[in-house]
């Protein structure tokens, strides 16, 4: 059962979200650029999954979105650039995969409407200023009427070069993301698309309904669910499902925080 690998943050300055991140106890990777327009930095944990911090930096590189072709390719750039205009918050969320094709493969069984594989490399630089290249395959789905909210796998090719102790140490001691909560005014109608895209059967919970993710979570609740659960947290359903929140384990004191449109619960 695959766990969480990480989530996407989509921000529209993403020197500025870094440095909220700073502010409030996390690491920050060096940017990093993709082929296609995008730029990210990222906040990695030692339970092996993080946050990517994305933006569209070099808007004339984006390609678009191919539905004609056979297989049909997701652009990830694109999806990125069409959500920001929208406003800031977290855009996709993402598990380990093993095999892009194999993923593929299993998403079309269970129904769901999938993509071409994608392989890209891109430049890293380590904690120490050199550079190295990694490589990453990623299988995308898309539930139904869901704008705002996109799912793929990734499977890190170079996974020693991308983990280092000292991108993962905290001054507020977070040590992994454990959920991603998606608002839905009815959970009931992704439940086989979750079911499909985790690999696992969706089980109700107080206001929606969840299913594992290896030893994490992802839920979809309810705005009134979301409310009770999240006090305060604000999530605009106007486009359809969109993520509201994710929970953070490990840290020294328990606090909320939103930062770009998206809740951080973060639990000792």
Not at 171 to 178: F, K, V
Request: hydrophobic residues 40%; negative net charge; charged residues 25%.
């Amino acid at each position: 059962m695959p766990q969480i690998d990480h989530i996407v943050l989509a921000v529209r300055d993403l020197e500025a979200a870094a440095e909220t991140f700073r502010a409030t106890g996390f690491t920050v990777t060096p940017k990093a650029e993709h082929p296609w327009g995008t730029a990210n930095r990222r906040v990695q944990f030692r339970g092996r999954n993080f946050i990517e911090i994305l933006t569209v930096d070099r808007p004339e590189l984006l390609f678009e979105h191919d539905l004609d072709s056979d297989p049909r390719q997701f652009s990830f750039g694109a999806f990125t650039r069409d959500y920001l205009a929208q406003g800031e918050g977290m855009s996709m969320f993402v598990i380990a995969g093993t095999d892009a094709q194999s993923d593929v493969e299993r998403f079309q069984r269970a129904g769901l409407a999938t993509y071409a594989p994608f392989d890209f490399e891109r430049a890293s630089e380590l904690p120490d200023g050199s550079v190295i290249r990694l490589g990453f395959s990623l299988a995308f789905a898309t539930p139904d009427d869901c704008p705002r909210a996109s799912f793929f796998t990734c499977v890190n090719r170079n996974p020693d070069a991308f983990w280092k102790p000292e991108f993962e140490a905290h001054a507020n001691g977070a040590d992994g993301i454990t959920e991603a909560v998606l608002v839905a005014e009815d959970p009931s109608r992704l439940t086989a698309f979750i079911s499909g895209y985790a690999d696992a059967d969706a089980r109700t919970v107080d206001g929606g309904l969840s299913v594992p993710c290896g030893p994490h979570t992802l839920s979809v609740l309810t705005p009134d669910a979301f409310q009770r659960r999240f006090s305060g947290a604000e999530v605009d359903l106007s486009e359809g499902p969109k993520f509201g929140a994710i929970v953070i384990s490990g840290v020294e004191q328990t606090k909320s925080l939103d930062i770009n449109g998206l809740r951080l619960e973060l639990v000792a």
